[in-house]
């Protein structure tokens, strides 16, 4: 299995101010055919189910504010939060989904300051 | 708009049979390639992908699982199921049905969730 490493498990932020999470795959999840990064991030509040915000590393779905932002490739991926607002509180995961199973890192906690 | 709601019982004894329905609306199950997963959740943390399946019954299971579970779809119904025999108190979750676009895509269309306690 891929495992998936986020980091760190928690991020205290002040609102305005920008979060940055980690997230390391145990191989690569890039492939040169279509030239892609088999890696998603997903938002989850309390009570609710993960709610997608960025695929392919760094595209963003419908409707997804445009301070979130995805980077990386190959093995080692960053999610953004420019100038965090209340409602982005939550816990925060990266996903493979290049090779069966998919995985999920264990999930990044962010707080306000 | 697609909407997915989970269903079952909430309680299940350990090494019994715990199954789980998906209802599809908003959005055809037999449209387009679709794959329609079973994912669960430890505790409020620690996502589980536990497997998928197709609109044509193509399959894909988490190998850790794979000896107890079964997905199938009921194109008929706009269903799909997760069967899992000999459970035990390891099993307890939050058991989410999800969409993806692909077998090799993220999972965009989520169910609310259901809790499943195994005692």
């Known amino acids: 299995d891929i495992v998936m490493t986020q980091s760190p498990d928690s991020l205290s932020v002040s609102l305005g101010e920008r979060a940055t999470i980690n997230c390391k795959s145990s191989?690569?999840?890039?492939?040169?055919?279509?030239?892609?990064?088999?890696l998603a991030w997903y938002q989850q509040k309390p009570g609710q189910p993960p709610k997608l915000l960025i695929f392919?590393?760094?595209a963003r779905d419908s409707g997804v504010p445009d301070r979130f932002s995805g980077s990386g490739s190959g093995t080692d991926f960053t999610l953004t939060i420019n100038s965090l607002q209340a409602e982005d509180v939550a816990v925060y995961y990266c996903?493979?989904?290049?090779?069966?199973?998919?995985?999920f890192g264990a999930g990044t906690k962010v707080e306000i300051k | 708009q697609v909407h997915l709601q989970e269903s079952g019982p909430g309680l299940v004894k350990p090494s019994q049979t715990l199954s789980l329905t998906c209802s599809v609306s908003?959005?055809?199950?037999?449209?387009?390639?679709?794959?329609w997963n079973w994912i669960r959740q430890y505790a409020g943390r620690g996502l589980e992908w536990i497997g998928s399946?197709?609109?044509?019954?193509?399959?894909y299971y988490n190998p850790s699982l794979k000896s107890r579970i079964t997905i199938s779809v009921d194109t008929s119904k706009n269903q799909y199921f997760l069967k899992m025999t000999s459970v035990t108190a390891a099993d307890t979750a939050v058991y989410y049905c999800?969409?993806?676009?692909?077998?090799?895509?993220?999972?965009?269309?989520w169910g609310q969730g259901t809790l499943v306690t195994v005692s």
């Open positions: 999800a969409r993806g676009w692909g077998a090799h895509d993220p999972v965009q269309n």
């Open positions: 908003g959005g055809s199950i037999s449209a387009d390639n679709y794959y």
């Open positions: 399946s197709s609109n044509r019954g193509d399959t």
């Open positions: 191989k690569s999840i890039f492939y040169d055919s279509n030239n892609k990064n088999y």
């Open positions: 392919w590393a760094s």
């Open positions: 996903q493979q989904y290049s090779d069966f199973p998919l995985t």
